[in-house]
């Protein structure tokens, strides 16, 4: 492995992109046992130095720690690397690419370790915020799983396991860490069960099929190789109670998944009461969260000397009720659009407009916080899907009931949304094509329906299973408009300043109403069920 140990950076730049990444990324994925991989590191650099050929999976995790600190980088970072941001982006490239050659070569075959499967995880978890879920990305997860069952780690806490341990002895790190790569990797299938793509409706892990305990509410150093010295209940905040919070609200998810029948097998309409009992488990898990990651000023203001000491936990909160919001708007979405006029299922409009405005402003708080954790929102792909997401269920509301005493509000949302998503391309050309598919979702149904608009100056909202309807004035569009927004093949070809924005929103206005709750749910799915895939 001498050859390809070639392309490590300098030991100097080694340890700064190192505490890069444990200081950004570490606490949005919370696998790593933070001073046992430095170590690892330095081991590998004085290695080196000897003439030492490094081990694959060693070479393999670094590359992953280096590749996603290049991700992630700071304006800060490049004045200590004395590099530019092109620079930055380039190396994410080639340290992500040789992380992925040392999997793939024929030659070099990956030991099944505890070191291989923090280096997929990363890897998987970098590309996933990267590239929108690509092959790639699930192949890495498959091959985790693989290795992990190898390795028998889903019977990692049976009475069996645990007594041998306390016979034979072990390294309590790597035990603490396997149970971090276990609940990474189920968090992430069940996630992703109810998450909107081509995955929903299924997971892979089943509670029955595994023994592994949550990882210990505590910080890295409280962990040694002969025991973990503390662990405190989740009243007290560590390096991994947002990792724990995102395990309990993946739990959830499959427990949609388990309660409602999957929409991509079977078309029978669950009982509105089950929809209320998924509900309120989600209103429960909000209401236990611990104080410091609730959102309520008071809570805010009574931990704020925990942010103080722990920056990052400003951050995870935001993340924490981003995904929370999501889901609920995913579950009441079936039920928003006859909400508005059928009083049965009000409150699932209720809920969808509140999350969906809540999630637009958790992201431009992002914005704010970001600049103290050294992360930037728009560029990871997931919070980009999910903002598009809750702006196309506010302009819908907007478009269907555009006499609500807050309809101009909402719109007001809805456009300052779709410009931070045109300004995240900015951010991050790996985004590009991504942030372009979701944008080019309402603009194709603009251009699909321009005909019809130019034929029509006045229509009626399609009538709702109450029989209800409401007349809308229609203007004719503008063909110049949409030509320049959108190509024939419904490529966008041209950036949108504010004043396009504001004739796109008008032609939405005069579509809206041409289409009906059916072709609602089509354009809905198709943000939910067609993320960019691409290979890596």
């Given at each position: 492995m001498l050859d390809i140990s070639r392309n490590l950076p300098p030991l100097r730049q080694a340890k700064q992109l190192f505490n890069h990444?444990?200081?950004?990324?570490?606490?949005?994925?919370?696998?790593?046992?933070?001073?046992?991989?430095?170590?690892?590191?330095?081991?590998?650099?004085?290695?080196?130095?000897e003439g030492d050929a490094p081990s694959a999976e060693n070479l393999m995790l670094l590359f992953s720690i280096f590749a996603g600190a290049a991700?992630?980088?700071?304006?800060?970072?490049?004045?200590?690397?004395?590099?530019?941001?092109?620079?930055?982006?380039?190396?994410?490239?080639?340290?992500?690419?040789?992380?992925?050659?040392?999997?793939?070569?024929?030659?070099?075959?990956?030991?099944?370790s505890t070191t291989s499967l923090v280096a997929i995880g990363t890897m998987a978890h970098l590309l996933m915020n990267t590239d929108g879920f690509p092959f790639k990305v699930h192949l890495l997860r498959h091959r985790c799983l693989l290795m992990s069952r190898e390795m028998q780690i889903h019977r990692l806490d049976t009475a069996k396991s645990c007594k041998e341990r306390?016979?034979?002895?072990?390294?309590?790190?790597?035990?603490?860490?396997?149970?971090?790569?276990?609940?990474?990797?189920?968090?992430?299938?069940?996630?992703?069960?109810?998450?909107?793509?081509?995955?929903?409706?299924?997971?892979?892990?089943?509670p029955r099929h595994m023994n592994v305990n949550l990882p210990s509410n505590t910080d890295d150093e409280f962990i040694t190789s002969t025991g973990i010295q503390q662990d405190h209940p989740l009243s007290v905040?560590?390096?991994?109670?947002?990792?724990?919070?995102?395990?309990?609200?993946?739990?959830?998810?499959?427990?949609?998944i388990d309660t409602l029948p999957s929409i991509l097998l079977d078309s029978t309409e669950p009982d509105y009461d089950t929809i209320l009992a998924l509900d309120a488990k989600f209103q429960d898990h909000l209401n236990e969260?611990?104080?410091?990651?609730?959102?309520?000023?008071?809570s805010i203001e009574q931990s704020r000397e925990i942010c103080k000491n722990r920056p990052t936990i400003a951050w995870q909160r935001i993340s924490i009720h981003f995904a929370i919001h999501t889901r609920l708007c995913r579950l009441h979405r079936p039920y928003h659009l006859e909400g508005i006029t059928n009083t049965k299922y009000a409150y699932s409009h209720q809920v969808c407009?509140?999350?969906?405005?809540?999630?637009?402003?958790l992201r431009r708080s992002m914005d704010e916080i970001g600049?103290?954790?050294?992360?930037?929102?728009?560029?990871?792909?997931?919070?980009?899907?999910?903002?598009?997401?809750?702006?196309?269920?506010?302009?819908?509301?907007?478009?269907?009931?555009?006499?609500?005493?807050?309809?101009?509000?909402r719109k007001t949302k809805v456009l300052a949304a779709y410009q931070t998503l045109e300004k995240s391309k900015q951010e991050s050309n790996y985004l590009l094509e991504g942030i372009q598919k979701n944008l080019q979702t309402l603009m194709s149904t603009l251009h699909k329906n321009?005909?019809?608009i130019h034929n029509s100056h006045e229509s009626v909202l399609p009538s709702s299973s109450c029989g209800q309807s409401h007349s809308v004035t229609v203007q004719p569009s503008s063909t110049t408009v949409m030509n320049g927004l959108v190509d024939g093949g419904g490529a966008l070809i041209n950036d949108i300043n504010e004043e396009g924005w504001e004739q796109l929103w008008s032609e939405f206005v005069a579509v809206a109403p041409e289409l009906d709750v059916p072709q609602w749910s089509s354009l809905l799915e198709d943000v939910d069920f067609n993320p960019p895939l691409n290979i890596f």
């Open positions: 990444f444990a200081t950004t990324l570490q606490p949005t994925f919370g696998v790593l046992h933070i001073p046992s991989t430095n170590l690892l590191m330095e081991r590998t650099y004085e290695g080196l130095l991700l992630v980088w700071t304006p800060q970072l490049l004045v200590k690397l004395q590099s530019t941001r092109e620079e930055a982006k380039t190396a994410f490239q080639a340290y992500a690419r040789l992380a992925l050659d040392i999997l793939d070569h024929p030659s070099r075959l990956i030991q099944a306390r016979l034979k002895g072990c390294n309590m790190i790597d035990v603490e860490v396997q149970r971090r790569i276990w609940w990474n990797m189920v968090a992430s299938d069940w996630l992703l069960s109810f998450h909107g793509s081509a995955f929903e409706g299924a997971y892979t892990f089943h905040p560590t390096s991994m109670s947002a990792f724990i919070m995102r395990v309990k609200c993946a739990a959830l998810c499959r427990e949609v969260l611990p104080v410091y990651f609730k959102t309520d000023p008071t407009i509140r999350s969906a405005q809540t999630i637009l402003e600049l103290e954790v050294g992360l930037k929102a728009g560029r990871f792909l997931t919070v980009m899907h999910h903002v598009c997401f809750a702006a196309l269920i506010l302009a819908m509301d907007v478009s269907f009931n555009p006499s609500a005493p807050d309809a101009e509000h321009d005909h019809t």
